[in-house]
C-alpha cells in the first residue's frame, strides 16, 4: 500500500492562555492578570486556569503553559503546534515542553476540563 497525502486543514491561531474551558456559566476560576501580557487581564476561564491542568503541572513538575503544549503537541498526527513569545523566558518554557511526557493519568485528567 502507498503513504497517503492529506492536505493541510483551517488552523487558527490564538494566545494560549485564551482558550476558555467552561463555554458558558460564571466565571469559575475568580479574576486573574496574564503577566506575559504586561499584567492585562485575560479570561477568567483560561486553560492556564483549570484545576485539572495545574494539578498535571503540578504532579509532572512543569508549568500548565508546557502541559498545555504538550497536549496540543500530542492531539493528532496533522497538528502542528507553533507557539509564539517575545520574551526569552516563555521560550525556554516553550521548548522545554516538547520534554513532557503526558502518561493515562495526565490524559485523563485533562479530559475531565471538557466534561463540566
Excluded at 81 to 109: C, F, K, W, Y
Amino acid at each position: 500500500m502507498g503513504t497517503s497525502r492529506r492536505p493541510l486543514g483551517p488552523f487558527s491561531v490564538a494566545p494560549i492562555g485564551y482558550g476558555a474551558t467552561r463555554l458558558a456559566g460564571p466565571n469559575v476560576f475568580g479574576p486573574t492578570k496574564d503577566r506575559r501580557l504586561g499584567g492585562g487581564s485575560i479570561d477568567p476561564n483560561s486553560v492556564l486556569e483549570a484545576p485539572e491542568l495545574v494539578g498535571v503541572a503540578t504532579r509532572l513538575r512543569c508549568t500548565p503553559s508546557q502541559v498545555a503544549l504538550a497536549s496540543a503537541r500530542d492531539a493528532s498526527r496533522n497538528l502542528l503546534v507553533i507557539p509564539g513569545t517575545s520574551s526569552l523566558r516563555h521560550l525556554r518554557e516553550n521548548l522545554s515542553a516538547m520534554a513532557v511526557q503526558l502518561d493515562a493519568d495526565a490524559l485523563g485528567q485533562l479530559a475531565l476540563m471538557w466534561r463540566h
